[in-house]
């Protein structure tokens, strides 16, 4: 039996959205102290699948850190750090690049978004990506991993490489690591466009909340969110179709902790004029408290890099003696 422990990481390319926060960092909150042993990583090493400004890239990795704390994790009960300082994540990754097989690699969605029309002009990082995830993961033999809808594919691509690693090797040295997709705002979209997801590299502003925008900006953007002519049903099915609207209800009943149901027995019946007003003071109270903890800790980056090395001396503890056995099964 595998000790039950929490694996989860964000990559520090820039500006966390109310997408990473309530299909993310939410979530990695509310796993902290229910019996799993809890780790956030920043993934630096998946950041560089596409090029990053150096400095910038130090300043994203202390603001992600600073948004992971200023949302509830501690750092005393879950181990937070840079995925760049705990080097079995990479010497894993490379086993699992020997492990997973192109074929798989070239079936994964996210891939396709990413790279876009120019593949052959992808960094070899960006097309491995999976493979170094899946060693995130396994390095700990973590059990459970909260994510966005979006990573379901690698997830399964994750059980893909422990199961084929194990059975060529004749052993059950990894788990069959359990994805938790749970909630209501596991898919958080575009506030422009209700067939994309919101994220980060969308080029439209308007198109995301960041979790640092001021009131007045989180206030405008709802204002101009796109919905559609009718009012709020009283009832979910009184959504089917309507992704627009329906993302706006996910966005509140998982801001507000209540079932996307419970919150259209309160608000069914009203116009959007109405509802995206109780939506954006709903926001504010509760992105504001994190941000301005944020803006407090951006200013003591001493503090945010203590964190990270002693974080990094504590994953470091668990990923080096599950190195040691995978590079000894292997037979090195
Ligand atoms: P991004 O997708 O913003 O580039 P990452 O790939 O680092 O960021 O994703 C970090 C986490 O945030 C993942 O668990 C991902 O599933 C989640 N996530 C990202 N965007 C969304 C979204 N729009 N809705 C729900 N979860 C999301
Ligand atoms: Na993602």
Same mark, same amino acid.
């Given at each position: 039996?595998?000790?039950?422990?929490?694996?989860?990481?964000?990559?520090?390319?820039?500006?966390?959205?109310?997408?990473?926060?309530?299909?993310?960092?939410?979530?990695?909150?509310?796993?902290?102290?229910?019996?799993?042993?809890?780790?956030?990583?920043?993934?630096?090493?998946?950041?560089?699948?596409?090029?990053?400004?150096?400095?910038?890239?130090?300043?994203?990795?202390?603001?992600?850190?600073?948004?992971?704390?200023?949302?509830?994790?501690?750092?005393?009960?879950?181990?937070?750090?840079?995925?760049?300082?705990?080097?079995?994540?990479?010497?894993?990754?490379?086993?699992?690049?020997?492990?997973?097989?192109?074929?798989?690699?070239?079936?994964?969605?996210?891939?396709?978004?990413?790279?876009?029309?120019?593949?052959?002009?992808?960094?070899?990082?960006?097309?491995?990506?999976?493979?170094?995830?899946?060693?995130?993961?396994?390095?700990?033999?973590?059990?459970?991993?909260?994510?966005?809808?979006?990573?379901?594919?690698?997830?399964?691509?994750?059980?893909?490489?422990?199961?084929?690693?194990?059975?060529?090797?004749?052993?059950?040295?990894?788990?069959?690591?359990?994805?938790?997709?749970?909630?209501?705002?596991?898919?958080?979209?575009?506030?422009?466009?209700?067939?994309?997801?919101?994220?980060?590299?969308?080029?439209? !502003?308007?198109?995301?909340?960041?979790?640092? !925008?001021?009131? !007045?900006?989180?206030?405008?953007?709802?204002?101009?969110?796109?919905?559609?002519?009718?009012?709020?049903?009283?009832?979910?099915?009184?959504?089917?179709?309507?992704?627009?609207?329906?993302?706006?209800?996910?966005?509140?009943?998982?801001?507000?902790?209540?079932?996307?149901?419970?919150?259209?027995?309160?608000?069914?019946?009203?116009?959007?004029?109405?509802?995206?007003?109780?939506?954006?003071?709903?926001?504010?109270?509760?992105?504001?408290?994190?941000?301005?903890?944020?803006?407090?800790?951006?200013?003591?980056?001493?503090?945010?890099?203590?964190?990270?090395?002693?974080?990094?001396?504590?994953?470091?503890?668990?990923?080096?003696?599950?190195?040691?056995?995978?590079?000894?099964?292997?037979?090195?």
């Amino acid at each position: 039996a595998f000790t039950p422990r929490v694996f989860s990481g964000i990559q520090p390319s820039g500006g966390l959205t109310l997408g990473n926060y309530l299909g993310a960092i939410k979530r990695f909150v509310e796993m902290q102290g229910q019996g799993f042993e809890t780790i956030y990583c920043m993934v630096d090493l998946h950041a560089i699948t596409t090029w990053q400004d150096p400095e910038v890239l130090r300043n994203n990795t202390r603001e992600l850190c600073a948004g992971y704390i200023a949302s509830g994790i501690d750092p005393k009960q879950s181990i937070l750090f840079n995925q760049s300082q705990v080097s079995q994540h990479a010497e894993l990754g490379w086993i699992f690049n020997c492990v997973a097989r192109m074929g798989w690699m070239k079936r994964m969605t996210q891939f396709k978004d990413k790279a876009g029309k120019n593949a052959e002009n992808a960094s070899l990082g960006l097309f491995g990506y999976p493979a170094l995830m899946a060693a995130d993961i396994l390095i700990y033999h973590a059990t459970h991993v909260p994510v966005g809808e979006d990573q379901k594919q690698h997830l399964e691509l994750t059980r893909d490489v422990a199961a084929k690693f194990n059975h060529d090797f004749g052993v059950d040295f990894f788990p069959m690591t359990e994805p938790v997709i749970e909630g209501a705002a596991t898919r958080v979209m575009s506030l422009r466009d209700g067939t994309k997801k919101m994220s980060k590299s969308d080029p439209s !502003d308007l198109s995301r909340i960041n979790m640092t !925008d001021d009131a !007045d900006s989180i206030a405008n953007k709802i204002r101009k969110a796109r919905t559609d002519p009718d009012g709020l049903p009283s009832e979910i099915e009184g959504l089917e179709g309507r992704s627009e609207a329906r993302n706006l209800v996910n966005i509140y009943a998982a801001l507000n902790e209540q079932s996307v149901e419970d919150v259209l027995r309160d608000v069914g019946g009203k116009q959007f004029s109405e509802f995206k007003p109780m939506l954006s003071d709903l926001a504010v109270s509760k992105l504001s408290p994190i941000s301005s903890e944020m803006a407090r800790l951006m200013q003591a980056p001493d503090e945010i890099d203590a964190i990270l090395r002693d974080g990094a001396d504590q994953a470091r503890t668990i990923a080096a003696p599950i190195l040691d056995k995978t590079y000894e099964i292997v037979g090195m």
